[in-house]
């Protein structure tokens, strides 16, 4: 362009033939049991919403379930259903790329790459890990539990991904990635993208039925603790009457009602409704009021989730078509970054590879 043809700096521009880029998403979702509401609102919930804006990119991390014992028979049957749980909550597979870890072996082949710039006091302070290995016995648990966050970095940092969706609870571990990611690029060269996490608004942590100082979670021994995505209306009932609930009767998100403040935050999350809203519509209102609201509420959202779910379960090849897809689909964009990564730090040492 010459002087004379140049827009004066205020002016209006063109808009620019070139789309804008979407941001790359991953997120994945580990398969060791049924998915708790907990995962559905901190997560997948999110997933659905933003699809349509970004380059999504959704795992069922399977790898990851293997860091603490479990059947093979029952993980084969919860990656199935996890899968299936994707689809049915409405993550499109044309335009997200849908796939089970385990078929993209670059996950692994990364993980240990990262390894070598990864730092034991570092694993070692992740509260997830402390968390777990609580009671002080290491024995048994396995090295797997301590690396997890390194396989992790590895999934996203594959994808060249710009934002990670997950709830509270995973925040620490994207930032774990993102000092892994920063040290790679200054020790060997420009190499990965530097993730951010994004975390929900509202429902980034919802917290036990039975104690709301505690994260929701699958592997609490309590099944009145949390509501499982495949809970019928029932059960969903009666685990949220029995739901413990805080002094007072004013149903009020409050720091001295952490219980009622976790039920309003539910009803919040699903119905979109802001906090105070709901708390001015329960005016005068008992707690078992909102209980009862709620169960149906929330069993009013899985039912045709539940429904979707068995219908992909009943079509085993029509899933795994799906999912071969997306696996093809992933490995088109891990292999060249995992080369990348390899030749950077020595181990692609053919001629071909510098
Ligand atoms: P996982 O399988 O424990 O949980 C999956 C997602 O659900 C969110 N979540 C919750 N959100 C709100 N309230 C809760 N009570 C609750 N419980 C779980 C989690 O924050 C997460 O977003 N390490 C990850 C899986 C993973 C991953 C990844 C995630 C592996 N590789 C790469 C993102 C990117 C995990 O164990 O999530």
Redesign the pocket.
């Known amino acids: 362009m010459t002087e004379a043809q140049a827009s004066p700096p205020d002016a209006p521009r063109a808009p620019s033939a070139e789309p804008k880029k979407r941001p790359r998403v ?7 049991g049924t ?5 559905y ?4 919930r999110n997933w659905v919403q933003g699809q349509r804006e970004v380059d999504p990119i959704f ?1 069922v ?1 399977n790898d ?1 379930a293997i860091t603490i014992r479990i059947d093979p028979e029952e993980l084969r049957r919860n990656t199935r259903e996890v899968a299936a749980i994707y689809l049915a909550v409405g993550l499109d597979p044309e335009h997200c790329i849908l796939f089970v ?1 385990s078929d993209v072996p670059e996950h692994t082949g990364l993980a240990w790459v990262l390894n070598s710039v990864t730092y034991y006091g570092e694993l070692h302070r992740m509260t ?1 890990f402390k968390d777990k290995t609580a009671k002080g016995k290491l024995e048994g648990v396995s090295a797997g539990l301590l690396n ?2 390194i ?2 970095a590895a ?2 940092l594959l994808y060249n ?1 710009d934002e ?8 620490q ?2 930032e774990l ?1 993102r000092d892994v990611a920063i040290r790679f690029n200054g020790l060997f060269g420009e190499t990965f993208v530097v993730p951010k996490p994004v975390i929900p608004k509202v ?6 039925l039975d104690d709301p100082t505690r ?3 699958k592997s609490n021994p309590n099944a009145g603790s949390y509501i499982l995505l495949t809970d019928g209306p029932d059960v969903i009932k009666k685990k949220l009457a029995r739901a413990v609930t805080d002094s007072g009767s004013e149903i009020l998100a409050t720091p001295d009602k952490p219980a009622i403040t976790n039920l309003l935050t539910i009803a919040s999350a699903l119905t979109g409704k802001p906090i105070p809203q709901l708390q001015e519509a329960y005016v005068g209102k008992m707690y078992g009021h909102l209980k009862k609201d709620l169960g149906e509420l929330v069993s009013e959202t899985l039912k045709p989730i539940q429904e979707k779910v068995a219908t992909y379960l009943a079509d085993p090849a029509q899933l795994e078509a799906i999912l071969d897809r997306g696996a093809e689909r992933a490995r088109a964009i891990a292999g060249p970054t995992l080369a990348l990564a390899k030749k950077r730090i020595g181990l692609g040492w053919k001629a071909a590879a510098r």
């Open positions: 991953f997120s994945g979702v580990k398969p060791t998915l708790t509401l907990g995962n609102l901190g997560a997948l795992c991390v990851h870890q997830q997890y966050p396989l992790m999934d996203i991904t990670v969706p997950v709830g509270e609870d995973q925040k571990h994207v990635c429902g980034a942590r919802i917290m036990s994260k929701m979670e």
